[in-house]
Structures are given as structure tokens and as C-alpha cells.
């Protein structure tokens, strides 16, 4: 018997069930500090602390706990000692979800939770290939596509970090557009490390290695696809914005363009570029996560799914 629902395997829980499953109520973290983290027009309050971040660290507390004895049960098992290595979060979902700013709150929230803890943060935007390389292989128009990512870089990378050593990786740059030349990005032996990107939970062609198999909690972020297209409108108006007192910044080259010719360009952009990645390679991607947080207008969460 073939399921028609499209969240197999998953707990449906609404928002007010979940906000009941977390007891405290100090949010750690003040209005100011929730303001500096977040993304240019991503919505977030300290209420959405209270009652949907609380109760996910709580969650990932177990989950950080069934880690730390399996590992020393099979240390036991195997006659080894156990190594330290980091717990590593995989966040993913479209451009303009909201990724960054879920990742940059769990990561201060972590680090409040566990208070000797290192919670480090990188972004899989360090792993495409820099735009010469997509240049001369004819895909600049395919960024953010499986194939403009440097994958044996990235794997390499999870594979450094998991066995506990130290790891340098390349940074990339919305202003300029690119990756920074000569500058790195230096992870080491985090005790959480977040890793966020709209590809994280993809298969690799041609690959035995998967990506998910070195988290140990996953999380992807859901949303209406007519939503995210008001999202990345919202953002593509705030970086013109940004743009137009920095020559240097990629999206100074719309700024001279009237805003109905700007903003036709950006969905365009949406349409050939964002919707067919989030469509053909990101949105099939969502079951593989452990939990699915989904979004409705003004970015506000409303349910969240929780594998079973």
C-alpha cells in the first residue's frame, strides 16, 4: 500500500504541543542579540525563541546524549578508546528560507546551553567553485546547482573534522559574489559544529560518500514555494539597498536600474534559477532530514515534523 502523505515517517506536531514540551522560560538571549543575528528580512522574535528553540535544544540535548553513549559503548565493544569529535548539525532548505538565521540562533543558543563548549558554524556557500572555474566550465548560471560545488572538498572537510582534527576552508562572499581569494576559514575541534547550505542533504554522483552520513541531527527548514518567492523578492531589494553606497558590492550593477526593471530581473532570477534547483534537488531532499521545521507567512512556524 503506497502512502500519499508527503511527510512519511514523520510525527506531525503543532506549534502549540511543541512549545509545551520545553519548561523554561528565560529565552538566553536578548531582543538585541536576536536582532544582530538575523538575516536581512527574515522575521523572528524572542516568542519564536521561547516557544520553538527552546524545545530543539532540549531536543538535541538527547540526541547529543544517545550519541555520547553509543560511542562509548562501542569504544567498549571494540576495545578503543573513545576519540572526541564533534556533533554536527546539517540545516538545509531553499535560498531564502531562512537558513542562516536559524543557524547563527542555534549556534549562540548552543554555546548558552553548553557553556564549555566550542560551537563553530560554516556555511556550504565556501565550497562552490570560484567564478572563474564556473566560467570556464560554462555553468556560472548554474550556481547553487550539484554541480558548481566543490564536493570532494566538502567531503574531505566533514571527514577532517570527524575525526577530530583541524580544518581550513575557503570563504565565500554575497557582496562580491565569489569566493574570497586568499582567505580562509579555520575549524578547529569544534564540540558542535553546524553546517549549513541548500545542498547539504544531496546524494554525490558517482560518490560512495554522503553528506548525511556525518550528521548526527538534521534540520530542514520548509516553506511554501510562493512564500520563499516573496522572501528572495524581499532580499534581492534589500541588498539594491545595500548596494548602492559600495561600487565593489555584485549587486551595485542593479542599482541604476528602475525598480520595476530590478525586480523583474530578480524573478526571472527566481523562476529559471531558484525555483528549478529548490524543485528538482533541494525540496527532494527533505524527508532525509531528522526534523522539518515548517514556515508560513512572515516566516512564523507553525508545525514541526519530527522523524519517527
Do not use: C
Request: no cysteine.
Amino acid at each position: 500500500l503506497r502512502m500519499t502523505n508527503e511527510f512519511i515517517n514523520f510525527d506531525n506536531i503543532s506549534r502549540k504541543t511543541w512549545q509545551e514540551l520545553h519548561r523554561k522560560i528565560q529565552p538566553l538571549l536578548t531582543a538585541e542579540e536576536l536582532e544582530s543575528i538575523k538575516s536581512l528580512n527574515d522575521n523572528i522574535s524572542i516568542q519564536d525563541v521561547v516557544e520553538v528553540y527552546l524545545p530543539l535544544i532540549s531536543l538535541i540535548q538527547i540526541y547529543k546524549n544517545a550519541q555520547e553513549n553509543l560511542s562509548f559503548s562501542k569504544s567498549i565493544f571494540l576495545k578503543k578508546e573513545v576519540s572526541k569529535r564533534p556533533f554536527i548539525i546539517g540545516i538545509s532548505g531553499s535560498v531564502a528560507v531562512g537558513k542562516s538565521t536559524t543557524s547563527r540562533l542555534l549556534q549562540l543558543l548552543l554555546s548558552r546551553t553548553f557553556k564549555d563548549s566550542k560551537v563553530e558554524m560554516v556555511t556550504t556557500d565556501g565550497f562552490i567553485y570560484p567564478n572563474d572555474v564556473l566560467i570556464e566550465r560554462n555553468i556560472l548560471d548554474r550556481k547553487g546547482f550539484p554541480e558548481s560545488y566543490n564536493m570532494e572538498l566538502l567531503l574531505n572537510f566533514l571527514d577532517t573534522v570527524k575525526n577530530g582534527m583541524m580544518a581550513e576552508i575557503p570563504i565565500y562572499s554575497h557582496e562580491i559574489y565569489d569566493i574570497i581569494p586568499d582567505q580562509k576559514q579555520t575549524i578547529d575541534t569544534p564540540d558542535f559544529l553546524i553546517v549549513e547550505g541548500i545542498n547539504v542533504f544531496q546524494n554525490q554522483k558517482n560518490k560512495r560518500l554522503y553528506m548525511t552520513g556525518y550528521f548526527d541531527f538534521s534540520i530542514y527548514i520548509d516553506a511554501e514555494n510562493d512564500n520563499i518567492e516573496k522572501w528572495y523578492l524581499e532580499r534581492f531589494e534589500s541588498l539594491l539597498e545595500l548596494a548602492k553606497a559600495d561600487k565593489n558590492n555584485y549587486y551595485h550593477r542593479f542599482v541604476d536600474m528602475s525598480k520595476s526593471e530590478a525586480l523583474a530581473l530578480a524573478k526571472n532570477t527566481w523562476k529559471t534559477i531558484n525555483l528549478v534547483n529548490l524543485e528538482k534537488y533541494i525540496e527532494p531532499t527533505r524527508n532525509r532530514a531528522e526534523l522539518i521545521l515548517h514556515k508560513t507567512v512572515d516566516h512564523k512556524i507553525d508545525s514541526i515534523y519530527l522523524k519517527k
